[in-house]
């Protein structure tokens, strides 16, 4: 019996010791209480999805951008349906200082944009880890007989899996993002531009209806008809008025492949003039355009391309030239176009400028066209290349400018100053597949082109010398008059942020009043905070 009671105290000592070991563990991961939020903020539901543990902190404190540092939120919530977010924004709007909350879907910001310095994180991730919950939405397939196919699609969804899931059924999105591993609300907070747009218009045009929760905390459903107001407001509006939860996507007959096509040429005025012909014409689906300097790889990550027995003379033309253009097209098809394709396709190039013997075709399934960014990401990502500082610059120049705008960016600075360090696309696209009623920004002109530096940077050092280049082509564009737009927009002073909207200033401020009052969402956009 002694034996027994004394192999059970020294049991109970151990569980003692290994519990208090445990707990410390505990304990040294999380951070001190940051008084900016109040501790009774455990006192409602939503207390057991909120975590002050300091590698939750740091991880929701990183984006693709990898440029701001340490702006560490107080707690982040993990959300396992829309309540939970309603309850956290409705708890911060009743307090007298309410504290900020951002939505971070996958993290692909630049510039710490779903950051929230001292308030709140919502990883909308959550919501999918919990779709089997009744009240997430997820992604769900319909057809109404004045829509016709759409998708009702949670706002944690990332397009890649909107894409998937919709192929079952031989549906699709119509308009798209080059990169797929991106959520629905964090590109219709932007626009979502690709090849497409010109055809299309960008994402937040193909939109039948959303939930949003405001600023208010308010869950609202709304349409061009139904609450118009917030609809238009959130659309491009870069989560300042209130965070998607749910919308439902136009949805179109899906093709199943894709005769893909780039273009050569060593004149940007023949390489504008035929991109701006192929998007005045039926039948292509995609056009993008991008530049080819000396210094760059020939098959950057965005997408391998052309062959290996080709490689040589592109990159002795390139020495030689110095600056490229590629023109890409892309024409979808399926089983029954299969037999005329190739002909369709032979009637589109003809007449175009390009050099002579330089064109390049690729024949792809629909889906490795689409996701055609993935491979190069997962190759930089075992090269430990991908988690790097990405100091972009995206810009809309309206057509009047381009030519000036190559001859003294593209030219001057970009190829003069070697600095390049990723893609840098160009095409054109047309101002009347937008809807001026949204938030987004563009020129004036019924054409302007679609400007992507999308540069990589080898460390912090490489990074400000580009992202002094980026300020010497905004000063330039500035300078001149040049009439820009930037897209992913930074600024660092309430005026420029003024300027970037122009005549919808007025009415974005109104918005933000009405369903953001108190400032709380996105506030590292730093329009209003």
């Not at 693709?64 to 409705?90: H, R, T, W």
């Not at 959550?126 to 829509?147: A, F, H, K, T, Y």
């Not at 033309?317 to 890409?328: D, P």
């Amino acid at each position: 019996m002694a034996k027994f009671f004394i192999s059970y105290s020294y049991k109970l000592i151990i569980f003692f010791i290994m519990s208090y070991l445990n707990l410390m563990s505990i304990l040294g991961k999380l951070k001190p209480w940051n008084p900016s939020i109040p501790y009774e903020v455990f006192s409602i539901n939503i207390s057991s999805k909120l975590s002050t543990n300091f590698d939750d902190i740091i991880l929701s404190s990183k984006d693709f951008g990898n440029i701001i540092q340490e702006m560490f939120p107080a707690a982040v919530l993990y959300p396992s349906n829309v309540n939970d977010i309603i309850d956290l924004i409705k708890f911060s709007y009743d307090l007298s200082v309410p504290f900020h909350v951002a939505a971070r879907g996958h993290g692909h910001s630049i510039r710490g944009q779903a950051m929230a310095h001292n308030g709140v994180i919502v990883e909308m991730n959550s919501l999918n880890n919990n779709n089997n919950d009744n009240e997430n939405c997820g992604i769900r397939v319909s057809w109404d007989s004045e829509l016709g196919f759409y998708a009702d699609v949670g706002g944690e969804q990332l397009w890649i899996d909107v894409l998937r899931t919709t192929l079952e059924y031989g549906l699709a999105p119509i308009s798209w993002t080059d990169y797929l591993y991106l959520t629905v609300g964090g590109t219709l907070s932007n626009a979502g531009i690709s090849g497409q747009t010109f055809r299309h218009g960008p994402q937040i045009t193909n939109v039948h209806e959303m939930d949003v929760i405001t600023g208010k905390g308010d869950f609202v459903t709304c349409s061009k008809n139904m609450n118009s107001e917030l609809f238009f407001a959130v659309l491009g509006g870069l989560g300042q008025f209130g965070i998607i939860t749910r919308a439902r996507i136009v949805l179109d007959k899906a093709p199943t492949r894709v005769k893909w096509v780039r273009l050569l040429y060593d004149d940007f005025s023949k390489f504008s003039k035929d991109q701006e012909h192929l998007i005045s014409i039926d039948g292509l689906d995609y056009v993008e355009g991008s530049l080819m300097l000396e210094q760059s790889s020939l098959n950057n990550w965005r997408s391998s391309f052309f062959p290996p027995s080709n490689q040589t003379k592109i990159a002795s033309l390139l020495s030689q030239n110095k600056i490229m253009y590629c023109l890409e097209m892309v024409k979808y098809y399926d089983d029954h176009t299969a037999s005329t394709i190739d002909e369709e396709l032979k009637k589109l190039v003809k007449g175009l400028n390009y050099l002579a013997g330089f064109m390049f075709k690729k024949d792809a399934t629909f889906v490795e066209f689409l996701n055609r960014v993935r491979s190069g990401e997962l190759e930089l990502q075992s090269k430990g290349m991908w988690a790097v500082p990405h100091p972009w610059l995206n810009l809309f120049v309206p057509k009047s400018s381009i030519m000036d705008f190559n001859v003294a960016v593209f030219v001057d600075i970009i190829l003069r100053q070697k600095k390049a360090t990723g893609p840098i696309l160009v095409y054109p696209t047309y101002r009347k597949k937008w809807d001026d009623r949204m938030s987004a920004v563009i020129p004036e002109e019924d054409t302007f082109y679609c400007v992507g530096l999308l540069h990589s940077a080898r460390g912090y050092d490489e990074c400000k010398i580009l992202d002094n280049q980026n300020e010497e082509i905004l000063k330039y564009c500035d300078n001149i008059g040049l009439n820009i737009k930037q897209y992913l927009p930074h600024y660092k002073t309430k005026e420029d942020w003024i300027k970037h909207f122009g005549k919808k200033w007025n009415i974005f401020q109104q918005r933000k009043n009405q369903f953001d009052p108190k400032k709380i969402l996105s506030p590292r956009q730093r329009i209003f905070n």
